[in-house]
Nanobody
Framework: QVQLEESGGGLVQAGGSLRLSCVAS????????MGWFRQAPGKEREFVAT????????YYADSVKGRFTISRDNAKITVYLQMDSLKPEDTAVYYC?????????????????WGQGTQVTVSS
């Protein structure tokens, strides 16, 4: 069974940066597309960014475009989310997700594997 584990969350002031990491492990790990989602209190989980197997295909939510960068290291089976120019509205629990197929997707239901989440809090 594939497991995903996020790290790197924390408390940061507005305008600051954080880098989230997500490591995949367990079973025969074969993950194609990986993505990041987030869920703020009282809101539904929303798409943030996704990246294809080769790393050349990426897609971002409009709310984070130009501020966040998703990348991956397949040798380490790890995906990263570099978050710059953070805003208070970025405060949420951030979840890593993966799927065995290659086409990138923004749909939550397309992802098979999920991490437990890491809290990101941006103070004003």
């Amino acid at each position: 069974q594939v497991q995903l584990e996020e790290s790197g969350g924390g408390l940061v002031q507005a305008g600051g940066s954080l880098r989230l990491s997500c490591v995949a492990s367990g079973g025969n790990v074969r993950i194609g597309t990986m993505g990041w989602f987030r869920q703020a209190p009282g809101k539904e989980r929303e798409f943030v960014a996704t990246i294809g197997w080769s790393g050349t295909s990426t897609y971002y939510a409009d709310s984070v475009k130009g501020r966040f960068t998703i990348s991956r290291d397949n040798a380490k089976i790890t995906v990263y989310l570099q978050m710059d120019s953070l805003k208070p509205e970025d405060t949420a629990v951030y979840y890593c997700a993966g799927r065995p197929l290659r086409p990138i997707t923004t749909s939550r239901s397309d992802y098979h594997y999920w991490g437990q989440g890491t809290q990101v809090t941006v103070s004003s």
